[in-house]
Every structure is written in structure tokens, then in C-alpha cells.
């Protein structure tokens, strides 16, 4: 039976940048292999189920699994729309260095480091100087096309 919306899907799948770089994975062992297991040691690596039109994965993926069937393997090529989007300069967030030196008791952030917002969202400290620290919230994956290698296992 052919997966459509409403349907819960069991799969496996290997994320990659189009250079190659596995950057997520289902599986335990391409997880080793792409040093992933040890960056998140704690991670579960076990089969995804998602509910198709759920909103749970990024919109390419939803799509490129309707019309697979369990026991079937495919290719997904992502442009950033259908996934994480383009970097946007709205999604750069500009603080005043002394107040943002208060909020984190004294202690001001280097570049390269990362901010965690209210909403759990993190990101990456772009500029620091006297006057002004800015932050880059855009997805880590922005502007990227991905390409993932699914196995459906089960549909239901």
C-alpha cells in the first residue's frame, strides 16, 4: 500500500550535505562511521516513525515519502525551501554587549560561541566588539540542499 497523508511511517535514513557529509542518521552505524555516534553519545540510534502531514519532518521529506511503500528504498533530494530555508539576516539578532554581559553574569561571549534564546533556540555569535554582540539564529542546515536515503520499513 502506497503511503498518503494521515499514514504513520517506520523508516531508516541517512541525511547528507551535498558535499557527501553525513550530518544525521538512523542508523547506528553510519553514525560511527561519520564520527556522528561521538559528538551525541547519549543519541538512541532506532528507526524514525513519523505521521505523514504531521509537520514532524521538514516539508521535502513528507513529500518525497507519499507514494512509497514498505520494503522500498529511495533517494530524497531536498532544496533548502522544502527543508530548513535560506539564511536570512532577519534571523540575526543584534544585543548591546554590556547588557548582554549582564544577563550572563559578567561573562561575555567569543565569536564562534553559541546563545541559547528563551525558546531553546541556539545561535552562533557572529560579531563581538565595545558596543554590540550579534547572534545568528538561522537554522545550522540554511541554505542547503539535503539528500537522504530512506528505507521505509513499516506503513500503517
Do not use: C, W
Not at 109 to 122: H, I, K, N, V
Request: zero cysteines.
Amino acid at each position: 500500500m502506497s503511503i498518503t497523508t494521515g499514514d504513520s511511517v517506520t523508516l531508516e535514513y541517512t541525511g547528507k550535505l551535498g558535499d557527501g557529509t553525513v550530518f544525521d542518521t538512523s542508523k547506528e552505524s553510519v553514525a560511527e562511521e561519520a564520527g556522528l555516534a561521538e559528538a551525541q553519545p547519549d543519541r538512541e540510534y532506532t528507526p524514525l516513525t513519523v505521521e505523514i502531514g504531521g509537520g514532524q519532518v521538514i516539508e521535502g521529506m513528507e513529500e518525497g515519502l507519499l507514494g512509497l511503500e514498505a520494503g522500498e528504498t529511495e533517494t530524497l533530494t531536498i532544496p533548502p525551501e522544502k527543508a530548513y530555508g535560506q539564511p536570512s539576516e532577519e534571523n540575526i539578532e543584534e544585543f548591546e554587549t554590556e547588557e548582554l554581559r549582564e544577563m550572563l553574569g559578567g561573562q561575555l561571549p567569543e565569536e564562534g560561541a553559541y546563545l541559547e534564546a528563551q525558546d531553546g533556540s541556539q545561535g552562533e555569535i557572529i560579531h563581538v566588539d565595545e558596543d554590540v554582540i550579534r547572534a545568528d539564529f538561522n537554522p545550522p542546515l540554511a541554505g542547503e540542499t539535503l539528500t537522504f536515503d530512506v528505507e521505509i520499513i513499516e506503513t500503517n
